[in-house]
């Protein structure tokens, strides 16, 4: 069985690839960036060597926590994605659960990134082993340690496979990413805060407690490398044998299990505040459309509870690191914050897919599709004004007067008109598909990051330059400028509407193939 899931994983990858100039160049990327972090990685701990021991010890060991952290969550991210996380894609093979365990294992270390990961680990060789000795543990430890990993990994992604399959728990786990990654900016904050104390005092303190946990068995077996890290090495292989134990009866439950995801959903008709305001019509329904999704969509939710996080830590961050009450303090996260929504519109067809064959039928001119852009506009602006006004409280509240909100206010709106315009016009110039709606943190198909990326960073840039000319004079102190802001920011929204209707209705049947590519 682990000859023909290998087999199997490189077929996929491999056909994956097959006459998709896109899908090439981004498994290209993403074999360059593999090997950058691998060589990144082993660098960084093999100079662990020139540190004092016990200062190698610590780092070590919290290295080592650190790479099992990432292979018990990133899976989660990736679930929906890659089949071979989900144990229902390979319920009908006649295979017993042990022979599917041990192809999945197999499976799960066929890749660039798991040999990346590998190669980091074992960059502890070189850093933390002392003698004859600690190499010889070292060896062991390196193989037990990515073999904790990987198991981990799999019990994870097998015990929630039902729950990820469903739409409340793809909520709660996108709400329990952004908290993690919000908690992993805390020691960040402290040091900003001016509470940091000794650094190595910290490096200490934090290791002597993950000392005790199974990677820091593993790392402190290779800095030992006497009857101790024997011991614990015994021990880290126990846990594992045990965890892959679970992982087993865990995939025998699963692939019995009746899936939750696949019930029906009831249907009913509603009428909202969009029905009763706006006349009936194409920019009407495409609002509503577009709040349905913002509400239904895991995905949506996410990228709005971001853009307040983050902007939101921003804004703590400033204020600790002694900034002052400048106008960069009120201003600068709600611009923040309309600059990270404005990148979320990027690409506005591609959550549509395959279904946006039905605009294409039934628009006859570019008039049609700039109508179809408003509305999705439209659809952002009534969740992201009132946002916006929150975070410029938020930042006014920080620099500790409230003199600066109607300046924030504005020049935020601003900010959000350039990015809506910039994305309306990459949505037709650099489409791409959006996976399914399976995970909330996937933003492109298998093979097409790279495309996302150009999207992505081109609208960042153009909508930075764009903005700069009002933005940057009201956070040097000039706030009557910020009443400019708006029209000028209104004004780059109805060009980017205009020009993307001009481009976009003649390259629909173009549009329509990039946003419907299958994954």
Not at 397 to 408: E, H, M, R, S, Y
Request: aromatic share 8%; proline share 5%.
């Amino acid at each position: 069985m682990v000859g023909l899931f290998v087999a199997l994983k490189l077929r996929l990858i491999s056909g994956g690839l097959r006459g998709d100039a896109q899908r090439i160049l981004g498994f290209v990327f993403s074999v360059l960036a593999a090997l950058l972090v691998a060589a990144a990685g082993f660098l960084l701990l093999a100079l662990l060597r020139m540190a004092p021991p016990q200062v190698a010890a610590d780092v070590g060991v919290i290295a080592f926590t650190g790479l099992l952290v990432f292979w018990a969550t990133v899976p989660l991210l990736a679930f929906g994605v890659d089949d071979t996380l989900d144990p229902a894609k390979l319920a009908l093979f006649p295979l017993r659960t042990r022979q599917l365990a041990a192809g999945m294992f197999a499976a799960s270390v066929t890749g660039v990134w798991p040999i990346a990961s590998l190669l980091v680990t074992a960059g502890a060789l070189a850093g933390l082993a002392r003698g004859a000795g600690g190499v010889l543990l070292g060896v062991v430890a390196v193989l037990l340690q990515f073999a904790l990993c990987i198991v981990t990994s799999r019990l994870i992604t097998t015990a929630l496979s039902g729950l990820l399959r469903s739409r409340r728990g793809r909520d709660l786990l996108a709400v329990g990413v952004i908290v993690f990654v919000l908690m992993a900016q805390l020691p960040n904050l402290i040091v900003n805060r001016g509470l940091s104390g000794d650094p190595l005092a910290l490096l200490s303190s934090l290791a002597a407690v993950l000392r005790w946990t199974p990677p820091g068995w593993a790392a402190h077996a290779i800095s030992d490398g006497g009857l101790t890290g024997v011991l614990e090495l015994a021990a880290l292989a126990l846990l594992v044998l045990a965890l892959g134990w679970l992982w087993i009866k865990a995939l025998g439950r699963a692939l019995v299990t009746t899936d939750a995801s696949t019930q029906a959903a009831s249907v009913r008709r509603s009428s909202g505040l969009i029905d009763r305001f706006l006349p009936d019509g194409r920019v009407a329904a495409v609002v509503g459309k577009e709040l349905k999704y913002a509400r239904r969509d895991p995905r949506g939710r996410v990228g709005w509870f971001a853009s307040i996080a983050v902007t939101g830590v921003l804004a703590f961050s400033m204020n600790g690191q002694g900034a002052g009450s400048g106008p960069g303090v009120a201003i600068g996260p709600a611009c923040l914050g309309a600059l990270m929504i404005g990148m979320q519109q990027c690409n506005i067809f591609g959550i549509d897919g395959r279904s946006l064959w039905m605009n294409a039928v039934v628009y006859g001119n570019d008039r049609d599709l700039r109508g179809d852009v408003a509305g999705r506009h439209l659809g952002v602006a009534i969740i992201a004004v009132p946002l916006l006004i929150l975070l410029s409280v938020l930042g006014g509240l920080f620099a500790g007067t409230l003199a600066w909100v109607l300046p924030a206010v504005l020049t935020a709106w601003g900010v959000l008109g350039i990015g809506l315009g910039v994305g309306a016009l990459t949505s037709v110039l650099v489409p791409y598909t959006v996976p399914d709606r399976l995970n909330a943190f996937t933003g492109a198909a298998p093979g097409q990051g790279g495309v996302a990326f150009v999207a992505s960073f081109g609208a960042l840039i153009v909508t930075a330059l764009l903005a700069l000319p009002v933005a940057l004079p009201v956070l040097l102190g000039f706030a009557w400028l910020s009443a400019v802001a708006l029209p000028y920011g209104l004004a780059v929204a109805w060009g980017g509407r205009v020009l993307a209707g001009k481009v976009g209705y003649p390259r629909l049947p173009e549009l329509l193939s990039a946003v419907s590519k299958p994954t």
